[in-house]
């Protein structure tokens, strides 16, 4: 956590390049200090708004998956931000001084900041398994280093874990501005995984006295037959304000278009495009083009507290 863009100096491009990785980290703030300006997310203009923006409103999306790993840290002292050799001890690469220069957010995202003032990004270091670019949907396969990737300013390295189940709220500029509702799933198969999602209400401190739920999310590939299966089970627990049912969007990271998506036992529609997929109130399609192929599924709202089951189908 810290001051984006330091308490002294500063310029328009440290400003994005330093609020770009803070905003992987649990808190960050604005502090002007001694500097010669204000250092707000504005103060410089265009592009520079623009691209500050972006990432205050990923952040913002990121809110349940982040918070979750906060009150992992709270529990547990596990770090929301982790040194490479936490999640992978047993690589002797990340044991060493080389990967000082990045780190996990939560156990799914890696995070390497571009902290010289150029539009590329050398001695990336991915651990063994697979690993997507969070922006185009490239695939790499660990352990493998990265040079010369290209990072415009507005681009920050960030690259996926394989297995990744990664909670999002809708779009919002502060917390509770909006309902939570749809809840994102973005999904990476790989083997079985799962992410226990904490929910509180996000402003008294009555989790102390147990007022808060938690949601298991599992992805399972079966290896034989290549179908995939989203498990949410029923919310454990309760909060003020926490809703009876909500709808979900589940976005999952695959190269081809299914055969059948079956909810609950109950086949969905294959709506074929995304005009048709923004206006129906359930049902999914396969694009192709959007980050190597990405799955879309839209569901009605379900009951919070008895979960659902998804079945993908080649």
């Given amino acids: 956590t810290g001051d984006v863009d330091g308490i002294f100096g500063g310029s328009a491009k440290t400003y994005v390049r330093d609020l770009q990785w803070k905003c992987f980290t649990p808190v960050l703030m604005n502090m002007s200090g001694w500097a010669k300006y204000m250092k ?5 203009g265009e592009p520079y708004t623009s691209y500050n923006r972006k990432y205050l409103k990923l952040k913002m999306r990121l809110t349940p998956y982040i918070y979750t790993c906060c009150h992992e840290a709270h529990k547990t002292g596990i770090p929301t931000a982790r040194a490479m050799v936490l999640e992978f001890p047993d690589d002797p690469v990340t044991r060493g001084r080389e990967t000082r220069y990045q780190f996990m957010s939560g156990a799914w995202l890696l995070v390497a900041p571009v902290f010289k003032d150029e539009e590329k990004r050398d001695s990336i270091y991915l651990p063994a398994g697979t690993w997507t670019d969070y922006w185009d949907g490239t695939r790499y396969w660990g ?3 990265l040079n010369n990737y290209q990072a415009p300013l507005d681009k920050l390295p960030l690259f996926v874990r394989g297995g990744a189940i990664i909670p999002m709220y809708p779009d919002m500029l502060y917390d509770n501005q909006k309902p939570k509702d749809p809840v994102t799933l973005d999904i990476y198969p790989e083997g079985h995984s799962k992410f226990m999602l904490y929910e509180d209400d996000g402003v008294t401190r009555r989790y102390q006295k147990g007022e808060y739920a938690k949601t298991l999310i599992r992805s399972e590939r079966d290896e034989k037959t290549g179908a995939l299966r989203v498990i949410v089970d029923g919310a454990k627990g309760t909060y003020k304000g926490m809703p009876e049912s ?4 589940i976005q999952i990271h695959e190269e081809k278009t299914p055969g059948e998506i079956i909810l609950d036992g109950r086949k969905l529609k294959n709506l074929k495009k995304s005009s048709r997929y923004l206006k129906a109130p359930e049902g999914w399609y396969f694009n192709a083009d959007d980050r190597k ?22």
């Fill in 143 to 145: 352990p493998r280093w």
């Fill in 246 to 249: 909500r709808k979900y969007v």
């Fill in 293 to 314: 192929g990405i799955i879309f599924i839209k569901t009605q709202p379900l009951d919070v507290k008895t979960g659902f089951k998804l079945e993908v189908k080649e």
């Fill in 40 to 44: 707000q997310p504005y103060i410089h």
